[in-house]
């Protein structure tokens, strides 16, 4: 007896397509994400869509940042820091994109989407 | 049903197990991972482990944060701890013998600074100071005068030239202060990795502010490390790394101010007192975190003709350089390795290492 038949191979090759066609659709690369983590310290304080355009004022160590969402985006606008490296930092989208105020102990990081990068050299 | 199993069995079996094993396959999801992050030397420290158990992964982490606040106090400049006090004996006149705990560390950039040809020198802590550069919070808005510049460097002499391996003594020079912010990162971070394999972790990235370190592999494929745009927004080049490698980048948009259209940057020359010119961004490829933190500031003062030359003094294959006019320029060796990003072709030179 053939151990396989060509209608077992189509069935193999359809499963195949098939696993392909769910892997694509379920987990791979929309790199975007969808929202913003924001923590002070070691503590989340807030968990911000980033599908909804606004402003959040963050209470870090030194004072009060400002993040700004737009387009799916996000970004530190102000912040009591001297250095104001987190405002250079600019926009972040893409998932695990991280923009930090040191000073004032606050991070932002995009989570949401796929995990383009494990990290990014800056 | 037969001895045949799924070749033989009824058609509806067969379909049904077929359809349990892709759903399986379907869903199956990766093993854990475990990110840990904390600020230390002036930056964000993720600990990324992978496919080691959650709590003894977070308890490795938690000794890596606890490393790097121990690593920060001792070779802070201007801190009381050892670096700090090596400073103000130095500033007071007078040789210093150095413990050996520091002196491990300012052998090896002492090793690095010779291989170099002083393009990297830790003994540029008071032109470091003088810039405004030294306070990781603050940014400073203008330039020193030319004057204290000249008089800065005249003061400066190499460390090559006063550090003494065979007694760790470094020999009198009031002027000089040892700032080794190109390099304490990096062995922070290669001492980081060594930490985690003492804990059993197989599988991890140290990523300071960036410059990273990773061993092992992400499950069944390589890390993948993106490098950032100098000028624009988003990713220049990927890079996948496996095994045990460094991936570190420095530029001028890393801590810098502007003033009246020009842009001052924290890699300063040694030489000339003022910011390294010519090039905008340095990623490097190295077996080791140290090496590659200090070669990229070395590589940064040589500039877009002489970096090749500089890279080979420190045994380095693996670079890519942008300079200021978009240019990149690249080794065979990290052509390999690099996948570059930008939609539009970019203008892209291959330079033989000497």
């Known amino acids: 007896m053939r151990i396989l038949r060509a209608g077992d191979v189509l069935i193999l090759l359809a499963g195949t397509a098939l696993v392909g ?33 606004r402003k959040i004022p963050i209470d870090g160590l030194l004072g009060r940042s400002l993040l700004q969402i737009e387009d799916g985006r996000i970004r530190f606008t102000e912040s009591p820091c001297p250095g104001r490296y987190c405002i250079h930092t600019g926009w972040i989208s893409r998932t695990g ?9 606050v991070v932002v990081e995009v989570e949401g989407g796929a995990r383009e990068f494990d990290a990014i050299n800056l | 049903m037969t001895g045949h199993g799924l070749v033989a069995g009824p058609f509806r079996l067969r379909w049904a197990i077929c359809a349990v094993l892709l759903i ?33 992964a977070e308890a490795a982490a938690r000794d890596v944060e606890t490393l790097f606040l121990d690593l920060q106090h001792r070779w802070d400049p201007w801190d009381d701890g050892p670096l700090g006090r090596l400073n103000q004996a130095l500033a007071a006149g007078g040789s210093v013998q150095v413990d050996p705990g520091l002196a491990g560390i300012i052998d090896r950039s002492n090793d690095i600074a010779r291989a170099s040809g002083g393009a990297f020198d830790p003994a540029v802590g008071s032109l470091v100071k003088l810039w405004g550069f030294d306070d990781a919070a603050n940014i400073p808005d203008r330039p020193p005068s030319s004057m204290t510049i000249r008089t800065a460097l005249e003061a400066m002499q190499p460390l090559p030239g006063i550090w003494d391996p065979s007694t760790a003594t470094v020999a009198t020079a ?169 939609e539009d072709r970019p203008d892209l030179q291959i330079r033989e290492i000497p």
């Open chain 2, 174 to 342: 009031p002027g000089v202060a040892i700032d080794l912010g190109g390099f304490a990162k990096g062995e922070a971070v290669d001492r980081a990795i060594s930490l985690l394999q003492e804990h059993g972790v197989a599988n991890a990235i140290v990523n300071a502010g960036g410059d990273l370190r990773a061993i092992g592999r992400r499950g069944n494929r390589p890390w993948r490390i993106g490098v950032r745009e100098p000028r624009l927004e988003g990713v220049l080049a990927a890079i996948e790394v496996s095994g045990d490698q460094s991936v570190f980048t420095s530029g001028d948009y890393e801590r810098f101010f502007e003033l009246e259209g020009r842009r001052y940057h924290h890699i300063l020359d040694p030489r000339t007192g003022y910011p390294s010119q010519g090039l905008i961004s340095v990623t490097v490829l190295a077996d080791n975190a140290a090496t590659a933190d200090a070669a990229c500031t070395a590589l940064m003062v040589s500039g877009p003709e002489r970096w090749p030359g500089v890279a080979s003094g420190l045994g380095l294959d693996k670079v890519m350089v942008v300079e200021d006019t978009g240019v990149i320029q690249i080794t065979p060796a990290m052509h390999g390795k690099v996948r570059l990003l930008r």
């Open chain 1, 21 to 53: 066609a769910s892997y694509a659709a379920f987990w791979s690369p929309r790199v975007e994400g969808d929202k913003a983590i924001i923590s002070v310290g070691h503590d989340t304080v807030a968990h911000a869509s980033l599908l909804e355009d």
């Open chain 1, 97 to 105: 994109q991280v923009a930090a105020c040191l000073p004032n102990g």
């Open chain 2, 24 to 56: 399986v396959a379907a869903c199956a999801r990766d093993p854990v991972e475990t990110r840990y992050r904390f600020t230390a030397m002036g930056t964000l420290v993720e600990v990324t482990i992978f496919d080691h158990p959650p709590l003894e």
